[in-house]
């Protein structure tokens, strides 16, 4: 008999596949002996909706296949965009995987997570052989949904999700990607988004007579502190500020700063300059919150982790503001 089959590179195959996005789910079980069974899987599908039936696939050489073929019941966590350690937690074979986790209280003993962007509790219906996988489809028995943006997975890479923006323009170009100058450019739409948010709070500002580079000082001395006048200009580098070396010293006139060490060649904020810039970040807080609730937390969530990795891709080597702290010990 003829071999038809057609035959794939298997790592090429992968990759193609990669090309689809698909959402990160932890889909756990109780096995026969009261044992917790988790792991981590993007196979999660719908399949109907009247009656409720999802799906999911593991692969046949999967330790855990035993257990989730006698199980008669278990739960899909879709996780959320801050749960990727532990997406890569059960994606490990050979550990206890739930020992320090949160457990809900479900519909049954099955391992409910905590804290995920939705949670489906099933029962089994059918199995079915999938190729190299089996195919799980369930009945949903009861699920639940937050607003926390869910984490997903696209070329080999964790991601975020967002909806297409509308063009910024009031009329659209033909051909906007040809223009020189459009909203397309990254700089114009950074430009434009920092000055718009900063417009938000710039009462504040005017209020207590202070410019934008006197701003950025406060702000860098509210995080660390003491800090020499090169310091500062250091940290403050990014906002093309150009501070020379009486900048401080004439905060220090004004009451905001103060000099700090022996020699007195470093500055704290007063009283008077941790009131003024705590006031303003207050207000900054508050056009970030109507941001947010504008864009909502997924969005917010897309937008924080983009521009992190365009500083990351930008960053010519500045000084680190804030630093890590050290988890303290329980015992």
Not at 254 to 275: C, E, K, M, P, V
């Amino acid at each position: 008999m003829d071999d038809n089959t057609t035959h794939f590179d298997p790592k090429d195959f992968r990759r193609a596949l990669g090309m689809f996005a698909t959402g990160v789910t932890i889909v756990t079980t109780q096995a026969g002996d009261g044992t917790p069974v988790g792991v981590t899987a993007n196979s999660f599908n719908s399949v109907s909706l009247t009656p409720p039936l999802v799906l999911w696939s593991l692969a046949k050489s999967a330790r855990s296949l035993q257990a989730f073929s006698d199980a008669s019941h278990w739960n899909v966590h879709v996780l959320a965009e801050d749960q990727v350690a532990m997406s890569n937690l059960f994606a490990r074979a050979g550990e206890d995987k739930f020992s320090g986790l949160q457990l809900d209280t479900g519909l049954n003993n099955t391992p409910l997570l905590h804290a995920c962007s939705a949670r489906f509790q099933c029962r089994t219906m059918f199995q079915y052989e999938g190729g190299d996988h089996i195919i799980f489809v369930g009945e949903v028995l009861g699920y639940d949904r937050s607003e926390r943006p869910p984490l997903l997975y696209v070329t080999g890479n964790y991601a975020l999700a967002t909806p297409k923006a509308e063009p910024v323009s009031t009329e659209p170009l033909a051909d906007i990607g040809a223009a020189l100058y459009s909203e397309e450019l990254l700089g114009y739409l950074l430009g434009r988004s920092h000055h718009q948010f900063m417009a938000g709070f710039r009462s504040r500002l005017n209020e207590r007579q202070l410019s934008d580079g006197d701003f950025y000082v406060l702000s860098t001395l509210s995080v660390r502190e003491p800090l020499s006048a090169e310091e500062i200009a250091q940290h403050v580098a990014y906002t093309a500020v150009n501070l020379d070396q009486h900048a401080p010293e004439a905060l220090c006139e004004r009451g905001l700063l103060q000099h700090s060490g022996a020699a007195g060649t470093s500055y704290t904020l007063s009283a008077n300059g941790r009131d003024a810039v705590l006031h303003i970040l207050a207000a900054a807080k508050d056009v970030e919150a109507s941001v947010v609730d504008r864009l909502g937390e997924q969005e917010a969530s897309l937008l924080r982790n983009l521009l992190k990795r365009l500083i990351l891709a930008t960053d010519p080597g500045l000084p680190k503001l804030w630093t890590a702290t050290a988890p303290t010990s329980s015992h």
